[in-house]
C-alpha cells in the first residue's frame, strides 16, 4: 500500500533479538508448492522472473529481527475501510467484515503484527493514478486499511466487498474479486505478500493467477471462508481468512516463489 508505515522508535520487542532462537526455529518453505515465478499465462512473470539461480544466504540480525510496529502507530480507524475514506456519505456496496488469525509454522497465534489491506472498490475499480478500467470511482471509499493482531493472532476489518475487473493479461482476462495482504510478523523472514479470494467466486478458477499456484490446497488457503457466526445482523456479512507465515504450511506467496 502506498501508506507509509511508521516504526516505533523503541527498539525490538523482548525476546526479538534473540538470534539463535529464530535462526534455528524456522523452517523451510516447501518451495515446490509455491507458485512458480516464472509462468507465462501470467503474463508479468515473463519479464519480472529471475534469469539466475537463487542464492542461499545465511539468517543475520536483520532477517530474524524487527521491523517494529505498536498498537499506538494505528488511527482508530484504520481497520475500518467502510469509514475511513468517508467524504460526504457511505461508501457503496456490500459492507463486510473479515476476520482471521496469522499463525507461526506450529500453529501458535502471532500477536503484535500489522496486517496491512488495500483493494479495488465495490465496482472493480483501485483509486491510483495509473488504473485505467472504466468502473467510476466511489469518493467514500479509499481501498485501503491497516490492523494489528491481538495477544492471540486475531485479527478483524471492516470494508466494502471489492468487485472484479478486467486486466491486460491476455484478451478476455478478468481478476476474481480478492484483498491484497502485506504482512511482516516478528521478523523479516516471515514476510508475507498474499492475496484473498471469496468462497465461491465463478472466477477463482480461470484466473491466471490463483492457477499459478500448483496445489489446490493452496489456493484453498487463499479463499476466505463464509462464517455465519460472525456476521453482524442486518449489516455485514463475515468471512474468515488465516495465514501461515512460514514453514511448510505457509500461505502462498503472491506469485513469488522465492519469496524471503
Keep these: 500500500m502506498n501508506e507509509q508505515v511508521r516504526r516505533t522508535g523503541s527498539g525490538p520487542l523482548p525476546g526479538r533479538n534473540d538470534l ?3 535462526a534455528q526455529g524456522y523452517q523451510p518453505r516447501e518451495r515446490e508448492l509455491q507458485p512458480p515465478a516464472y509462468f507465462p499465462d501470467y503474463k508479468s ?9 537463487l542464492l542461499s544466504l545465511p539468517q543475520t540480525m536483520t532477517e530474524v529481527t524487527g521491523p517494529v510496529f505498536g498498537h499506538n ?7 475500518n475501510m467502510i469509514r475511513n475514506g468517508q467524504v460526504d456519505g457511505e461508501p457503496i456496496g456490500e459492507r ?20 496491512e ?6 465496482g472493480g475499480r483501485y483509486r491510483h ?10 469518493p467514500n471509499f479509499a481501498g485501503c486499511g ?12 471492516w470494508t466494502i466487498r471489492p468487485g472484479p475487473y478486467p486486466w491486460r493479461n491476455y484478451l478476455n482476462s478478468w481478476r476474481p474479486a480478492h484483498i491484497h495482504y502485506s504482512l511482516f510478523g516478528p521478523s523479516f523472514a516471515t514476510r508475507m505478500i498474499t492475496q484473498m479470494y471469496f468462497e465461491g467466486d465463478p472466477l477463482i478458477p480461470i484466473c491466471p493467477i490463483v492457477n499459478s499456484v500448483p496445489d ?21 456479512l463475515a468471512y474468515r481468512f488465516d495465514i501461515v507465515l512460514r514453514g511448510p504450511r505457509q500461505s502462498f506467496f503472491e506469485n513469488m516463489k522465492e519469496g524471503m
Excluded at 96 to 115: A, E, F, K, S, Y
Excluded at 216 to 236: F, I, W
Design 146 to 157: 491497516r490492523v494489528m493482531t491481538d495477544e492471540t493472532g486475531h485479527y478483524h476489518y
Design 20 to 22: 539463535g532462537g529464530f
Design 96 to 115: 463486510i467484515i473479515v476476520h482471521g488469525r496469522v499463525m507461526d509454522q506450529d500453529g501458535r497465534g502471532i500477536p503484535n503484527t500489522l496486517v
Design 216 to 236: 489446490q490446497k493452496g489456493v484453498e488457503a487463499m479463499t476466505a471462508k463464509l462464517d455465519m457466526t460472525a456476521n453482524t445482523p442486518h449489516d455485514c
Design 117 to 122: 489491506v488495500w483493494q479495488a472498490n465495490a
Design 129 to 138: 493514478k495509473t488504473e485505467t478500467y472504466l468502473a467510476p470511482l466511489d
Design 73 to 79: 502507530d494505528l488511527d482508530p480507524l484504520d481497520n
Design 45 to 53: 512473470t515473463v519479464a519480472r522472473s529471475p534469469r539466475q539461480a
